[in-house]
């Protein structure tokens, strides 16, 4: 079945930055989205910032023009970029993906939404 495997949370002081990897494995499978979700806290999980294999992205307001998703299909990769890091921007970060999963040769693929255990990342002086 098909994993995800994040990396690159930690602690880092508030505007610094900080890069966020999530590489996808097991099986036979194609994206069809990727991206990250995050929750702080005592509160619920979160858009982050989400792209489509055919290129289209979307980010809550709250990263817009600081967090940077980038999504390599080649390497079934997503990064995620986060500059001029906030106190609010700390939260439990989990990367989530639609993937097209082949389950028996000769049938069509079926979608599946897969989660990352998460990764942590603190903004505090």
């Known amino acids: 079945q098909v994993q995800l495997v994040e990396s690159g949370g930690g602690l880092v002081q508030p505007g610094g930055s900080l890069r966020l990897s999530c590489r996808a494995s097991?099986?036979?499978?194609?994206?069809?989205?990727m991206g990250w979700y995050r929750q702080a806290p005592g509160k619920q999980r979160e858009l982050v910032a989400t792209?489509?294999?055919?290129?289209?992205?979307n980010y809550s307001d709250s990263v817009k023009g600081r967090f940077t998703l980038s999504l390599d299909i080649t390497k079934d990769t997503v990064y995620l970029q986060m500059n001029s890091l906030k106190p609010e921007d700390t939260a439990v970060y989990y990367c989530?993906?639609?993937?097209?999963?082949?389950?028996?040769?000769?049938?069509?693929?079926?979608?599946?939404?897969?989660w990352g255990q998460g990764t942590l990342v603190t903004v505090s002086s």
């Open positions: 989530n993906a639609g993937v097209l999963v082949l389950i028996t040769p000769g049938t069509p693929y079926k979608y599946r939404e897969v």
């Open positions: 097991g099986g036979l499978f194609s994206i069809d989205n």
């Open positions: 792209s489509t294999s055919g290129g289209v992205t």
